[in-house]
């Protein structure tokens, strides 16, 4: 399966001539035959074991994970013994390949099976095939599509963090004093706990009758200031904690693009007269077009996966006004213990998000070579 | 883009006559810096003040936090109220405390899971970004760049997708509610944030450091620990702080997977958060412990992320 080419260009190493006695090769082979029979043996012992057909076995699965981690060792001596040099250069790729394999394909295949599943652990019976009722089950779900729809409006909201971020990281590019202090501040957001932020911010600074945030919104006039009691006021305020911690990661993203931006284009506009506005939309702004692209696409990977804030402030409430997927399956985990008909909805939307992602991706690298 | 800025001395208009000009620049810059140090100011107000918060509520009392006192000495008299509840004050930190040995070691889980999981990414992570920039590889149909991609792409598995199979495979395994469990999880989560900074990182090592390393007669491996892996240590260190503040912060896997033992620290302060209704002294001292590490991580190492998250945006 395996093999790294003899073609080189000018990035990449020419591959030294050197040849494998053939011994040693026949003894690498050896070895990957005799743990993979091993590894096979293991498992087979296991799965016996677990279906009842032998009493021979392990009380647990944990032996196999050993035996599958000496089986990826014997498989890299294996191939350095084999290929020489060949295998040294695979060998740096290996370790990562092999724990993804393990920790990502198994987990997902698998969560496939329990998807087609018809599994509550709070019922008695255990889990049985349910084919594809779950994911018809999903299509009449309005909490579900409902949460679709709150993460379309998480999802734009990433736009205005862009702006803000855009805004800030040009603040800090200026020619200012203290840069290091204000970027120091401006960066803490990023190191803290959602977890903590929910309720330093959502539980106590927002908090309805003496938080900070209350009070000065009543001086400001707003009688009734529960951030958490209508649906649109509720989406707001967890997109504002969100953006309290996020907007740091772009704006940092975005001061290193305007960093590397080189100055002499940017004194050419002033020459030439541009004002600070045309200067930013003719000449800062398309030449970070790049870096901005590649910030907003991490940060929609990152907003599609929140959950920590809403599960801790709203649970998702009011009505559901505030639930993201993640947030609504976890309370299918863990309030309905539904473990079959959650997995089906989690298996959905990681789809929906393959698609989303796919399409933005193209989009978005056609719309940069357009303008760039 | 100097066909833009060529277009642009088109549309100006043409510069006002010398003196007035100069009067008003003047005014326009003053006002400009006015503006400028008034938005610094104020983000920074923004970002500072929810810490200030929580940090000074944990030194108030019941009626303080109701009457919304917020400068402490002049406002009210802090007291070591919220810390005492955790039994981290002066005068009880040298008695037991339950409270302070479960925080303790929520704390120490929190440690071990965040630091194991960003060691062993980290390792993970730049033997692969050494291999995938300097050689090319083949894996059936698959070259650098797919291989590369198949990396980067576990980065969109939402939690979700991932919670519930690992439920059930680490109950098979033995790994529910144990810390080892939980470095694995995040080590994947956040691999391919290492492999993409590590990359660019040895991108930007020059290819010939290491054949002259080969001609010194040292081998691939040789050539990557002794010349190429110290000239990575900035990449390093970023690619390591971000890891560590991703796995230090995760609630959604360590809420599903831990029970007892493992327990980490979000884990803790979200179920206190329930319990206690409003016991916002004790809340607030357990938030700022919470919080503390990284903040001080980020004042002090604040300059290894950016230049970190630069060599990314680079690319």
């Known amino acids: ?372 | 883009m100097p066909k833009g800025v060529a277009l642009l001395a088109i549309f100006t208009p043409a510069s006002q006559p010398a003196r007035k000009h100069h009067a008003a620049t003047r005014a326009t810059r003053i006002l400009s810096r006015l503006l400028i140090y008034g938005a610094l100011l104020f983000w920074a107000f923004v970002c500072l003040f929810p810490i200030y918060w929580t940090v000074t509520t944990s030194f108030k009392s019941a009626l303080d936090v109701t009457q919304g006192h917020l400068i402490p000495w002049l406002d009210f008299q802090p007291d070591w109220k919220g810390w005492r509840s955790i039994g981290l004050s002066p005068d009880s930190i040298l008695g037991t405390s339950t409270a302070r040995a479960e925080f303790v070691s929520r704390f120490e889980n929190s440690i071990i899971t965040s630091v194991g999981a960003s060691v062993l990414a980290l390792v993970l992570g730049s033997l692969a970004a050494y291999g995938l920039s300097r050689f090319r590889y083949r894996f059936g149909w698959m070259r650098n760049d797919d291989i590369l991609f198949f990396f980067m792409s576990q980065l969109i598995l939402p939690p979700v997708v991932l919670a519930l199979p690992f439920l059930v495979l680490y109950k098979a395994l033995a790994l529910l509610d144990t810390r080892l469990g939980l470095i694995l999880l995040y080590t994947l989560t956040v691999l391919p944030i290492v492999i993409w900074i590590m990359r660019d990182q040895f991108n930007s090592i020059p290819v010939e450091l290491d054949e002259a390393a080969f001609v010194d007669g040292l081998s691939i491996w040789g050539a990557f620990i002794r010349i190429v892996l110290p000239l990575a240590v900035p990449g390093m260190v970023a690619a390591f702080i971000l890891s560590l503040v991703l796995c230090w912060n995760e609630y959604f896997f360590a809420a599903l997977l831990t029970s007892t033992d493992a327990k980490t620290l979000p884990v803790m302060v979200a179920s206190q958060t329930g319990s206690q209704g409003i016991n916002w002294w004790s809340m607030a001292a357990l938030s700022t412990a919470a919080i503390a590490p990284l903040v001080i991580v980020g004042i002090l190492l604040e300059r290894y992320i950016v230049s970190g998250l630069t060599t990314g945006a680079g690319k």
Do not use: C
Request: net charge positive; hydrophobic share 55%.
């Open chain 1, 1 to 372: 399966m395996q093999n790294s080419s003899p073609v080189a260009d000018d990035r990449h190493h020419k591959l030294a001539p050197h040849r494998v006695l053939v011994s040693r090769k026949n003894a690498g082979r050896a070895l990957v035959v005799l743990a993979s029979a091993g590894f096979l043996l293991v498992l087979l012992i296991q799965i016996l074991h677990s279906i009842g057909a032998t009493t021979a076995g392990y009380t647990d699965w944990r032996p196999v994970l050993y035996a599958y981690l000496l089986w990826a060792i014997a498989f890299g001596i294996g191939q350095v013994t084999i290929r020489g040099e060949r295998g040294q250069r695979a060998l740096f790729l290996f370790p990562a390949v092999f724990f993804t394999v393990a920790v990502v394909i198994f987990p997902t295949l698998f969560g496939i099976y329990i998807a087609s599943l018809d599994w509550n652990l709070s019922s008695f019976e255990g889990p049985h095939f349910n084919g594809l009722n779950n994911l018809i089950g999903l299509f009449h779900d309005d909490y579900y599509w409902n949460a679709l729809r709150n993460m379309i409006f998480y999802t734009l909201a990433v736009l205005g963090e862009y702006a803000i971020a855009f805004g800030l990281a040009l603040l800090l590019n200026a020619e200012i004093r203290a840069r290091r202090l204000f970027r120091v501040v401006f960066l803490l957001p990023l190191m803290l706990s959602p977890v903590a932020v929910s309720w330093m911010i959502g539980k106590s600074l927002m908090e309805y009758r003496f938080g900070p945030a209350a009070t000065l919104a009543r001086d400001l006039g707003w009688d009734n200031p529960a951030f958490f009691a209508f649906p649109w006021v509720a989406r707001l305020s967890i997109e504002a904690m969100d953006a309290w911690v996020s907007i740091p990661f772009i704006m940092i993203m975005l001061l290193a693009g305007l960093q590397a931006m080189s100055k002499e284009v940017l004194e050419a506009a002033k020459v030439d007269g541009a004002s600070g506005w045309q200067s930013f939309w003719h000449v800062t702004f398309p030449l970070m077009l790049p870096v901005s692209v590649t910030v907003l696409i991490i940060r929609i990977i990152f907003k599609l996966k929140l959950a920590d804030i809403v599960i801790n402030v709203t649970a998702g409430g009011p009505g559901g006004a505030t639930d993201t997927v993640s947030s609504f399956i976890y309370r299918v985990y863990r309030d309905r213990s539904n473990v079959g008909y959650g997995t089906a909805l989690a298996m959905f939307y990681l789809l929906l998000i393959i698609a989303f992602l796919t399409v933005l991706l193209r989009l978005s690298k056609r719309w940069t070579q357009k303008v760039a």
